[in-house]
């Protein structure tokens, strides 16, 4: 069981950390090259309603997998790499819900009321924030694996 539980907190675990990645390195500077704000920011906006979608589904695993792992040591016995990365996760998983409900929803509704420069500025921040919680998921990474 505990090896189940394992595979999916990494699953869940990849899915976010792979799926930022993705977004910031690969897509997000493609789009900024080859697509102009009326054309990019709407894809950019669908793209990220499809993913958030995703997110908030390893977010629950997470949640769920992670304190299933934490309660089966006694806290004082968890490695301090676990309670780091703990921590950590909780940090990104409200930085998270900020990007939901304050840039991102700003965002749809520029691109619904077609304002780009607003749309522009909205996008600009949930890039940056996830750049934060990309940085910070690697940290929680190192963290777990290196501080025994």
Do not use: C, D
């Not at 539980?5 to 910031?24: K, N, Q, R, Y």
């Not at 493609?30 to 589904?57: N, Y």
């Not at 998921?137 to 777990?144: D, N, R």
């Amino acid at each position: 069981m505990r090896n189940l539980i394992v595979f999916l907190h990494l699953a869940a675990a990849i899915f976010w950390m792979g799926g930022m990645a993705f977004m910031v390195l690969a897509l997000r500077p493609v789009l900024h090259e080859q697509l102009q704000p009326p054309q990019r920011l709407p894809l950019i906006t669908a793209v990220l309603g499809r993913f958030f979608v995703v997110v908030a589904a390893s977010i629950a695993v997470l949640l769920a997998t992670g304190v299933w792992l934490l309660l089966q040591v006694p806290g004082q016995l968890a490695p301090a790499g676990w309670h780091v990365m703990s921590a950590l996760g909780l940090v990104m998983m409200a930085i998270f819900g900020y990007i939901w409900f304050a840039p991102y929803k700003r965002l749809k509704a520029a691109v619904a009321a077609a304002n780009w420069p607003e749309g522009g500025k909205n996008a600009m921040q949930v890039t940056l924030l996830a750049k934060v919680n990309l940085g910070i998921g690697w940290v929680a990474i190192a963290a777990v694996l290196l501080w025994r």
